[in-house]
């Protein structure tokens, strides 16, 4: 288990790029972020994502992304979109936000 851990890295965050030695792509954006509107992200990971992290960097924001809804239905994800809104609304200079997405069984990039 620990040559396991010792051997696993995320890799340099960049758009459509795998993360590390995991089965997940890095997708970022900079957008003005109207609160509560949901927004539409495409990405590279090749099949629906199941989970996503946001990431921080020395360049980039950490802001609260949550899965967009139209009403109450969530807007359903696909094999080259997500749909994200955050209650926030962006400052003056939209933020550069990195995120990790994963599916079931990605390539990974």
Known sequence: MSELASNMWFGQPVTG???????????????????????????????????????????????????AKDGTTLIPWTENRVYFQSPDSSVATPPTVFLMLWGLDSPGG
């Open 17 to 67: 790029e795998k993360a590390g030695n995991f089965r997940a792509v890095y997708l970022s954006f900079s957008a003005n972020i109207a609160a509560n509107t949901a927004f539409a992200l495409s990405h590279q990971l090749g099949e629906v994502p199941v989970a996503y992290l946001v990431i921080g960097t020395p360049i980039s924001s950490v802001i609260r992304l949550d899965p």
